[in-house]
């Protein structure tokens, strides 16, 4: 349900221009909530002509779409910095597939947050970012499809903030600056990504933080592009892969088992109800 405090400044305006305006409800999600949920005004249902005072309560009941596959439960320890009825934002185990598949039907981060929320019926799973399966870290999911919806909008603007951290195979020169290289799948590939001028444009931004006498670095890195395998693939092509990628680098079990040395270290977002910035920080266990 999504809710609403009709300001001064609102005083006089149709309930339409409120749910399109202030709560940036869509027009087919306002008429999808019209004419198959609920909207309401002082907990009495109305219609969207109808003007508003200061005070007004307004309440919109979103009809959910139907979910395609009911999923396996998979009970393991999740660390959830934050909850509330509208979103979680949760720290990714690695490895951990983001999202169910074929390959791994039941043993993802979609079954665990099911499982976590009591395996409720009609379950949708909303992630609003996805992370490797070999990458760890902050993980945003949104509990309803309105919510998701405005958390998607925020994705690549200002709004929405990620960072990473990695350690890398060789350090990058110069100790910080911006990798601005397109990236595109390549060829005959499924997975793979690589550095093309036909592709799409991607920029990491990234800062060394850490120089170590193997010849190893810790790099904080900051997308302001979100390319499949992008910060991955962008290391790789400066000559510094990822520690333990098996795409772009070197596998390497023994110290890094199933996963690489990437890991999610920093959301900030802005609440999609509330507006007010939301900030995480998460340590890499690999250190």
């Not at 990695?166 to 601005?180: F, S």
């Not at 397109?182 to 499924?190: E, S, V, W």
Request: glycine share 8%; with cysteine; net charge neutral.
């Amino acid at each position: 349900m999504q809710l609403y405090t009709v300001t001064v400044e609102d005083e006089g305006k149709r309930l339409r221009e409120i749910l399109r305006g202030r709560m940036q409800i869509s027009y087919s999600a306002m008429k999808s909530a019209k004419w198959n949920g609920e909207i309401r005004v002082n907990g009495a249902r109305s219609t969207v002509d109808v003007r508003v005072r200061p005070g007004d309560r307004i309440e919109v009941l979103m009809p959910e779409r139907q979910p395609v596959f009911i999923p396996e439960a998979f009970e393991i320890p999740l660390e959830i910095p934050y909850e509330d009825e509208w979103m979680m934002i949760v720290d990714k185990p690695a490895p951990l597939a983001s999202q169910s598949s074929r390959s791994h039907p039941g043993n993802s981060l979609e079954n665990a947050v099911y499982s976590y929320l009591g395996r409720p019926e009609g379950f949708i799973y909303r992630p609003v970012n996805r992370l490797d399966k070999g990458t760890s870290g902050l993980m945003v999911i949104a509990k309803d499809g309105h919510s998701q919806d405005l958390l998607q909008r925020e994705l690549h603007t200002a709004d929405f903030r990620r960072e990473y951290v990695a350690m890398t195979a060789g350090i990058p020169e110069p100790e910080e600056g911006v990798i601005d290289l397109p990236i595109g799948k390549a060829d005959g590939a499924t997975v793979r990504r690589e550095i093309r001028q036909d592709g799409k444009p991607a920029r990491t931004h990234y800062r060394v933080t850490e120089k170590r006498p193997d010849g190893r670095a810790m790099v904080r890195l900051r997308l302001e592009t979100g390319r499949t395998h992008q910060i991955r693939v962008h290391l790789a092509a400066i000559g510094c892969p990822v520690c333990g990628d098996f795409l772009y680098g070197t596998e390497k079990p023994e110290e890094f088992p199933g996963r690489f040395a990437l890991h999610s270290a920093y959301v900030r977002v802005r609440h999609p109800m509330t507006g007010a910035f939301i900030e995480m920080e998460s340590a890499p266990k690999w250190t």
